[in-house]
T-cell receptor, first 112, second 113 residues
Framework: DTGVSQNPRHKITKRGQNVTFRCDPI?????LYWYRQTLGQGPEFLTY????????KSRLLSDRFSAERPKGSFSTLEIQRTEQGDSAMYLC??????????FGPGTRLTVL | AQSVSQHNHHVILSEAASLELGCNYS??????LFWYVQYPGQHLQLLLKYFSGDPLVKGIKGFEAEFIKSKFSFNLRKPSVQWSDTAEYFC???????????FGTGTRLTVIP
């Protein structure tokens, strides 16, 4: 399968802990996006990269959130000092510039 | 506020019934429009997209959508649904100057055999 992959698929953590998620995009895609989806809502944009450059961050991305794409391939999203409100599905998507975004299966985060 | 609206939250149909799911957006200017589908336990998949040209767009699995610029709408249609169409359907927009998708809240479709 050469689609977008995300790990882990599920993460349960206690409030205050740090968590890190990984996204591996489709190999030739130079854009990578992170979205967050809560129950009953559509995905909401968090941030995106073009190659290794983080070009845009949403206001949803508080200073506890950080994302990297160090070599322009895979990306990590870290949440520090997790809060219960961070519980959500975190989705990664990749694309060529100005083209269709293809989504991964997501990482479901539960903060206890 | 600018948004994407899907007014049908849950639609229940019998097999072979016709489907129309509404999508309206409030962004001005040129927009790129998408319908994504999420089958139970699976990830979001693209059904169809509109960038320019013929406003009637055909997608996978017999779905189509019509872009009506004057109504800011991009409704999804299928003439005859199947049980396997049971899923959540999301309309999404990329407005002029943006790079990310703006999604509606989704419509859950249940098809009864």
């Amino acid at each position: 399968d050469t689609g977008v992959s995300q790990n882990p698929r599920h993460k349960i953590t206690k409030r205050g802990q740090n968590v890190t998620f990984r996204c591996d995009p489709i190999s030739e895609h130079n854009r990578l996006y992170w979205y967050r989806q809560t129950l009953g809502q559509g995905p909401e944009f968090l941030t995106y990269f073009q190659n290794e450059a983080q070009l845009e961050k949403s206001r949803l991305l508080s200073d506890r959130f950080s994302a990297e794409r160090p070599k322009g391939s895979f990306s990590t999203l870290e949440i520090q000092r997790t809060e219960q409100g961070d519980s959500a599905m975190y989705l990664c998507a990749s694309s060529l510039i100005h083209d269709t975004q293809y989504f991964g299966p997501g990482t479901r985060l539960t903060v206890l | 506020a600018q948004s994407v609206s899907q007014h049908n939250h849950h639609v229940i149909l019998s097999e072979a019934a016709s489907l129309e799911l509404g999508c309206n957006y409030s962004y001005g200017g040129t927009v790129n429009l998408f319908w994504y589908v999420q089958y139970p336990g699976q990830h979001l998949q693209l059904l169809l997209k509109y960038f320019s040209g013929d406003p009637l767009v055909k997608g996978i699995k017999g779905f189509e959508a019509e872009f009506i610029k004057s109504k800011f709408s991009f409704n999804l249609r299928k003439p005859s649904v199947q049980w396997s169409d049971t899923a959540e359907y999301f309309c999404a927009v990329i407005p002029t100057g943006a790079n990310n998708l703006f999604f509606g809240t989704g419509t859950r479709l249940t098809v009864i055999p």
